[in-house]
């Protein structure tokens, strides 16, 4: 909820009636420091409430093609993105948002076609996160792919066969991390473009662990490095 104020993502922050604890008096002075509007009174179950307060957000945001290669074509320091490259599930598409929000990914990139909506199942899974991450939707993903690379991202694509462990690649560069569906895994034109492939050191790989699980692994495992 905080890091949704501070984004500008809150639109109306409720707090319960009464005496406020020192947590709710600090999310009112920090929503009233970024104009966002407060209310007292009953506090409803919506994306973001807990605790006697609830924040009504901003609808997330999907961005184009353009936007990325705008973002790409400024000054930057090293920048992380997620490429999420079949995931059609809308609650692993929300839990994959929620891990790319909590570690400061900026960019998730989702192709038009076979890719998971941005619907309320996902909205909701991603805890606010939605509103607190960039997403952009691609037309073509391989020509994505290409697109970062020759803005001197390196792509690392996440399979189980024919890879190095995660944790030997050099990470702490620009780097696209592309991760796909539990049962088909990436592509094979994605797969071609990618600089690197990757697994997660694991002792049972053939217990394949659950997309957004996997993702906030290599997302922990990056942030580590760097």
Known sequence: MQLALE????????????????????????????????????????????????????????????????????????????????????????????????????????????SAPLNEAAIKTASGAASLVKIYQVVNLARCLDTLKKHGVWVVGTVLEDSQPLTEIDLKGNIALVVGAEESGIRQKTRERCDFLAAIPCPYPDLSLNVSVATGICLYEINRQR
């Open 7 to 114: 984004a500008g993502a809150g639109i109306c922050l409720t707090v319960r009636e009464g005496k406020l604890n020192a947590r709710q008096q600090s999310l009112v002075e920090l929503a009233q420091s970024v104009g966002c509007r407060i209310e007292r009174g009953q506090v409803d179950r919506d994306e973001l409430a807990s605790q006697g307060v609830s924040l009504e957000i901003r609808p997330p945001v999907v961005r184009s093609e353009k936007e990325l290669k705008a973002q790409l074509a400024g000054e930057f320091a090293s920048q992380l993105f997620l490429v999420l490259d079949g995931v059609t599930d809308p609650r692993n598409f929300g839990a994959c948002l929620r891990s790319a929000a909590s570690f400061g990914v900026d960019g998730v990139i989702v192709a038009r076609d076979h």
